[in-house]
């Protein structure tokens, strides 16, 4: 029995990872494309396609700090489930944050390693990087690189993402950024 659901899901990504290519879905050079895709079994081609979308748009904005990209991915009643102390709630909390941490890091992109498509989330394992050649806070980078991983869940209604929930390595990016004693 578990043996035929793990091919049915092995069948599904492979289906859907065939129709992205097939479609052109993956044609836009600008959307950070997954290394790993997986699609849960009940979910349409078009249902796995539009959820992949929304969150291409918003790894694009991660990568470029284009708001753009936020604005298209992001409803308007969009919720940051742990926002973090200073952020504001709602739309403008990651244009904020993104624009503040690119005056420390402004080469950041992100690598999306692993994708997973549920009925209305998207899982996320991502790869930021850079290096800090700008300010964080009172701290002037000196060119180190930094590289810290997050995790991303994304709820979707209407092509738009509702609701957010992340967690991201900070210990490791506060070593890099020197803020944290390496000891």
Request: net charge neutral; hydrophobic share 40%.
């Amino acid at each position: 029995m578990i043996a035929q659901k793990s091919l049915r899901l092995i069948i599904a990504t492979v289906s859907i990872s065939a129709l992205f290519i097939a479609t052109g879905s993956w044609a836009n050079e600008k959307l950070p494309k997954p290394e790993k895709l997986q699609v849960a079994s009940g979910l349409s081609e078009k249902e796995a396609v539009s959820l992949l979308n929304t969150a291409q748009q918003y790894y694009a904005f991660w990568n470029s700090g284009i708001e753009d990209y936020a604005k298209q991915a992001l409803a308007s009643n969009f919720i940051d489930l742990n926002l973090p102390d200073g952020r504001p709630q709602g739309p403008k909390g990651p244009l904020i944050a993104s624009a503040r941490f690119r005056q420390a890091v402004p080469d950041l992109s992100i690598t999306v390693k692993s994708v997973y498509l549920l009925k209305d989330k998207v899982i996320s394992q991502l790869l930021f990087s850079g290096h800090f050649t700008g300010t964080f806070g009172k701290s002037k980078g000196e060119g180190q690189v930094i590289t810290f991983s997050a995790v991303d869940m994304y709820t979707i209604e209407h092509g738009k993402i509702t609701e957010n929930w992340h967690l991201e390595d900070n210990f490791t990016l506060m070593q890099q950024l020197g803020l944290i004693n390496n000891n």
